[in-house]
């Protein structure tokens, strides 16, 4: 067996010490919210990890053409709270089996006012160019019911371009009764030249409450500079009903602004994206 872990944090390049779209962390230094941290083993009978792991984030991005840019999936399918990563949390992996492989997440209650028990069921398939998922998750609440999800997701590989999307279906959120969520989302990519990709993706989210669906525009275009540079360039529209205020730039997008209640923000960004790996050390 092997013996893993990673410790990841936010970094603050802006100075104001919170606000990175990683979640609520430090007021103060260079380093903000921890991301997904952990220590485990892995080996022929899969993979075990405690520590802080994706809850939302298992599914969100099995296919989100803007991961960590503006338009983000998870402005609409965690813009209701539902967690992108879970503290305390135990996660199994399978070995994949033609393809086919499961995960178990378990956060336990740490037994106070506000920590609740959470379980996530994740099963994937990777065919090669096809690949499909689905999740369900059940969080228990303080008071009032539990707050349940389901989700599908696929994708296909073309080579010189891609398809994909996915559903959401969230109910009793927050432990409301009646609370109920269905979002989906439909994206394409193409590859335009040997260097550059563009890239549309549309997502809506559509509530039982009145006046409290929503919906988001995505358009970009990354360039590769070389194999540890892109360039890109992102624009995104959210149209929120009178009764929400889901935002454009949250998830991985610094600086989040979230909108009035009713108002619909719009952005467009221009970013660079380095990778800092092993093999651009010299030898």
Known sequence: MNALFQYESGVDLTGQGEND????????????????????????????????LGGLNQWVYDYNLFADQVG????????????????????????????????????????????KDVYLIKIDHDAGALKLGGAYANLDQ????????LALTGSYDFGE?????????????????GNDRDSFTIGVSMKLGAMGTFKAQYTNSDADAANSDASQWALGYDHSVNQYMTVYLAYTATDNESAVAFTANNYGKGDTVTPAIGQDPS??????IILFDAAMLPR
Not at 267 to 272: E, Q
């Open 21 to 52: 779209g990683n979640g609520p962390g430090s007021t103060s230094g260079l380093f903000t919210a921890a991301r997904d941290s952990f220590i485990g083993v892995s080996g022929e009978y899969g993979t075990l990890l405690v520590g802080k």
């Open 72 to 115: 983000d999936l998870g402005n609409l399918w965690g813009g209701t709270g539902l967690p992108g990563r879970l503290r305390d949390t135990l996660h199994y992996r399978t070995p994949a089996f033609n393809g086919l492989s499961a995960a178990l997440s378990y956060t336990p209650d740490e037994d106070n006012s506000t920590s």
């Open 142 to 149: 303080t008071t009032g019911k539990e707050w349940q999800v």
């Open 161 to 177: 371009f891609t398809v994909g999307g996915g559903w959401q279906n969230e109910s009793d959120i927050g432990g409301v009764a």
């Open 267 to 272: 952005v467009i960004s221009v970013g660079l």
